[in-house]
T-cell receptor, first 114, second 116 residues
Framework: AQTVTQSQPEMSVQEAETVTLSCTYD???????LFWYKQPPSRQMILVIR??????QNATENRFSVNFQKAAKSFSLKISDSQLGDAAMYFC???????????FGAGTILRVKS | ETGVTQTPRHLVMGMTNKKSLKCEQH?????MYWYKQSAKKPLELMFV???????ENNSVPSRFSPECPNSSHLFLHLHTLQPEDSALYLC???????????????FGPGTRLLVL
């Protein structure tokens, strides 16, 4: 079974600075998707960014980018120019070759200091 | 209403009660999901419905009984729950245009359940 590990329970960043959240996963599959979801204090989870394993290029969405290292099974999220609204729980998730099931990591709480 | 809605937002029940959680999606999606979010544990997938058919049951105890009468509505019927079932229950939906892989899941705000 696939597993997703987020080794940082909590991170802090100063407003306007950059922070990187770590995620590693374990799988024997070759074709899969990886996601970062954000859950703000209001609780509604939203997608931040998505990466397909077959794509070499790292995904980018405005201030959010990923560092996808397939061989190392690592999928970190970089947030540039951090804003107060970025404060949330961030979940890394894996979706395998079959079906639409997501496997989530335990999450990282990100605190943004002004 | 837009997106994914869940009712009630908060629920307190005794171990002998029967209650139901409701989820409705206004996005025209064909896949719906129930997740359980407990403190200090990863988000756990409970059930997946694709085109109203249950395609995944993640070894969930029978005291949780899902129902999907149509692609827009999903229920979770609860009976004789245990205190350890207290958690945030999240509903999600996704388009499921083809295989469903790579699609964004859209989440509701959740129902905070407390079992006494």
């Amino acid at each position: 079974a696939q597993t997703v590990t987020q080794s940082q329970p909590e991170m802090s960043v100063q407003e306007a600075e950059t922070v990187t959240l770590s995620c590693t996963y374990d799988t024997s599959e070759s074709d899969y998707y990886l996601f970062w979801y954000k859950q703000p204090p209001s609780r509604q989870m939203i997608l931040v960014i998505r990466q397909e394993a077959y794509k070499q290029q790292n995904a980018t969405e405005n201030r959010f980018s990923v560092n996808f290292q397939k061989a190392a099974k690592s999928f970190s999220l970089k947030i540039s120019d951090s804003q107060l609204g970025d404060a949330a729980m961030y979940f890394c998730a894996y979706q395998g070759e079959y079906g639409n099931k997501l496997v989530f990591g335990a999450g990282t709480i990100l605190r943004v200091k002004s | 209403e837009t997106g994914v809605t869940q009712t009630p937002r908060h629920l307190v029940m005794g171990m002998t009660n029967k209650k139901s959680l409701k989820c409705e999606q206004h996005l025209g999606h064909n896949a719906m999901y129930w997740y359980k979010q407990s403190a200090k544990k990863p988000l756990e997938l409970m059930f997946v419905y694709n085109f109203k058919e249950q395609t995944e049951n993640n070894s969930v105890p029978s005291r949780f009984s899902p129902e999907c009468p149509n692609s827009s509505h999903l229920f979770l019927h609860l009976h004789t729950l245990q205190p350890e079932d207290s958690a945030l229950y999240l509903c999600a939906s996704s388009p499921r245009r083809t295989s469903g892989r790579g699609e964004t899941q859209y989440f509701g705000p959740g129902t905070r359940l407390l079992v006494l």
